[in-house]
């Protein structure tokens, strides 16, 4: 191209410039802001995401209004900010519910909340250390679920529901949570190893009440430890007689399986064999209501599939004991809102608590000597 070209090339393109000088500018500000990652996203309302109560019970086993219900009592903030990203506090208890309630990946929730699976994550960590944060103290031991006039409704309840055993309150049993151990570092696969089972998992001691609330989870334990040893480990046998000892002639228990030794207010079976009719029968009696603490385990493991779901539940990437303890309390709120419908209810006809009783129950404080900070 001579020179003469170029200059006519370069004088077009200023008379060009010159008629609308902004309009290059303002094209190129344009594609640069619709390729930069957005900052800011226009939040829906929690109704527009969902759509309706069938939906959002599908998704994440409440409705709407007992998110909204659920929330207020939690008394989170409004909004919330999770490393930078803001989400409504229904909308971050959406997410996380969802999450729990099936086996999701948060690329899968991208289209249902409209938001990047990176920002998806965050808010649903930060919300899981938010709740277990709140909640940590209470479900370890539910002392007010424990209260004098609570103790004899549930005694009641067994007694009429055929068990012999007198003054018995709930039911206890370890819960276990098969995990997947970290590929590196050789000593935490060997402490999480358990030699009975011969897998990877961690430990639970969980009391169930006949309203078909898990009063209590202590733990979590790892490694091969049996029940005993695990009540020995979490003191639990102290706490059993501070709160279930009402006086010298009012004391309450809860029943466990053989493996736990008999003491003041924790009864175990007969041995099995004993030729006794009286004890036998004492034994089956127990062994058909004792069977509540199974059904309850299970209701956590149908309703918040994510728990059980081993290779999601990684050691050194997530926390596996807050996901089955956070699953256990939802499990509770389900039960507070329905009020009915679930096998432990058909079986001792006990009403929960209410949602405003349970919640407030576990937002208490810790107590100094008797909780842990987990």
């Known amino acids: 191209m001579s020179n003469l070209h170029i200059l006519r090339y370069l004088r077009h393109r200023s008379r060009h410039n010159q008629a609308s000088p902004q309009q290059p500018h303002e094209e190129s500000e344009n594609t640069v802001t619709s390729r930069r990652h957005r900052k800011v996203y226009r939040r829906d309302f929690l109704e527009q995401v969902i759509v309706d109560d069938v939906n959002c019970r599908h998704m994440c086993r409440f409705s709407i209004q007992e ?24 909308m971050a208890f959406t997410m996380l519910v969802c999450r729990y309630s099936h086996l999701k990946r948060y690329s899968d929730m991208e289209p249902v909340f409209k938001m990047h699976r990176k920002n998806i994550s965050k808010v649903c960590r930060g919300m899981e250390d938010l709740l277990f944060e709140k909640m940590k103290y209470g479900i370890q031991f539910n002392t007010h679920h424990f209260r004098e006039e609570n103790l004899k409704r549930l005694a009641a309840a067994i007694d009429e529901a055929g068990g012999l055993f007198p003054d018995v309150v709930g039911f206890i049993d370890g819960a276990f949570q098969q995990v997947s151990g970290p ?60 709160h279930l000892h009402i006086s010298d002639t009012e004391d309450y228990a809860i029943y466990g399986e053989t493996p736990y030794t008999t003491t003041d207010n924790l009864y175990c079976p007969f041995p099995s064999y004993t030729n006794d009719p009286l004890e036998l029968s004492s034994n089956k009696s127990m062994s058909n209501v004792q069977i509540a603490v199974e059904w309850e385990f299970a209701e956590v493991m149908s309703n918040f599939t994510f728990c059980k779901f081993k290779h999601a539940t990684k050691v050194c990437s997530s926390n596996p004991a807050k996901v089955y303890i956070l699953s256990t309390i939802f499990k509770n709120m389900l039960h507070c809102v329905r009020q009915g419908g679930y096998p432990t209810f058909s079986k001792f ?18 107590i100094e000597g008797e909780d842990e900070d987990m």
């Open 183 to 242: 590929s590196t570092n050789n000593d935490r696969q060997k402490s999480l190893y358990n030699g009975w089972k011969h897998v990877r998992a961690i430990k639970y001691q969980s009391i169930v009440t006949p309203d078909g609330i898990t009063s209590s989870i202590m733990g979590p334990v790892i490694g091969a430890s049996h029940n005993v040893t695990t009540m020995k480990v979490l003191d639990a046998e102290r706490r059993l007689q501070r």
């Open 67 to 90: 998110i909204y219900q659920i929330t207020n009592l939690l008394g989170l903030e409004e909004p919330l900010y999770f490393n930078g990203i803001s989400a409504s506090r229904q």
């Open 349 to 366: 006809k006990v009403t929960p608590p209410t949602l405003e009783e349970y919640i407030d129950c576990m937002r208490r404080e810790k």
